[in-house]
T-cell receptor, first 110, second 114 residues
Framework: KNEVEQSPQNLTAQEGEFITINCSYS?????LHWLQQHPGGGIVSLFM???GKKKHGRLIATINIQEKHSSLHITASHPRDSAVYIC????????????FGKGTHLIIQP | EAGVAQSPRYKIIEKRQSVAFWCNPI?????LYWYQQILGQGPKLLIQ????????DSQLPKDRFSAERLKGVDSTLKIQPAKLEDSAVYLC????????????FGPGTRLLVL
């Protein structure tokens, strides 16, 4: 069983829709990252969370430490948001590398 | 600022051959990571360096993989000999420190082993 589970694995939506991607993890963590991976391999760090909620533009990330769950929301989605969104957690005290989920492949159709 | 640089971008080799990848992290970043991403999966940590010392190499197949980070800056990852299952994208990432909010990833090296 993966320590980090994402859902859905694939998501196709129409431009303008509100998007939610979920991440659940089974171990204690010190931080959770949301990453965006475009075709060709480039990965961009979107957020790092250890509690609460963060917002950047049309992106919102929340985390519930007690429930071991995080969500990434995209408001007013646009075709340029099409990418793989990856949840990654840092297990333990903070000196370790990230453990990644398998990613959610998002396609926003015009 | 310049990003994380990796080379080559693509490599095709036959099984049992050797291959080496190079990574130049963002200037000043003490922490450097090598990840292996097999198609359809999330990246898997291979090795983590803090300056020129190894912090975690528990998932590195040491019978065939090796990595070094001389002088705490550039790093090389080597596979010798390569197997078919090594076909993947090899990603290098760096951060100022492991607990920092921003991780920066290189474009990756796409390896195909025939």
């Amino acid at each position: 069983k993966n320590e980090v589970e994402q859902s859905p694995q694939n998501l196709t939506a129409q431009e303008g829709e509100f998007i939610t991607i979920n991440c659940s993890y089974s171990v204690g963590i010190s931080a959770l990252h949301w990453l965006q991976q475009h075709p060709g391999g480039g990965i961009v760090s979107l957020f790092m969370l250890s509690s609460g909620k963060k917002k950047h533009g049309r992106l919102i990330a929340t985390i519930n430490i007690q429930e071991k769950h995080s969500s990434l929301h995209i408001t007013a989605s646009h075709p340029r948001d099409s990418a793989v969104y990856i949840c990654a957690v840092r297990i333990g005290g903070g000196a370790d590398g990230l453990t990644f989920g398998k990613g959610t492949h998002l396609i926003i159709q015009p | 600022e310049a990003g994380v640089a990796q080379s080559p971008r693509y490599k095709i080799i036959e099984k049992r051959q050797s291959v080496a990848f190079w990574c130049n992290p963002i200037s000043g970043h003490a922490t450097l990571y090598w990840y292996q991403q097999i198609l359809g999966q999330g990246p898997k940590l291979l090795i983590q360096f803090q300056n020129n010392g190894v912090v975690d190499d528990s998932q590195l197949p040491k019978d065939r993989f090796s990595a070094e980070r001389l002088k705490g800056v550039d790093s090389t990852l080597k596979i010798q000999p390569a197997k078919l299952e090594d076909s993947a994208v090899y990603l290098c990432a760096s951060s100022l420190d492991p607990s920092g909010p921003r991780w920066y990833f290189g474009p990756g090296t796409r390896l195909l082993v025939l």
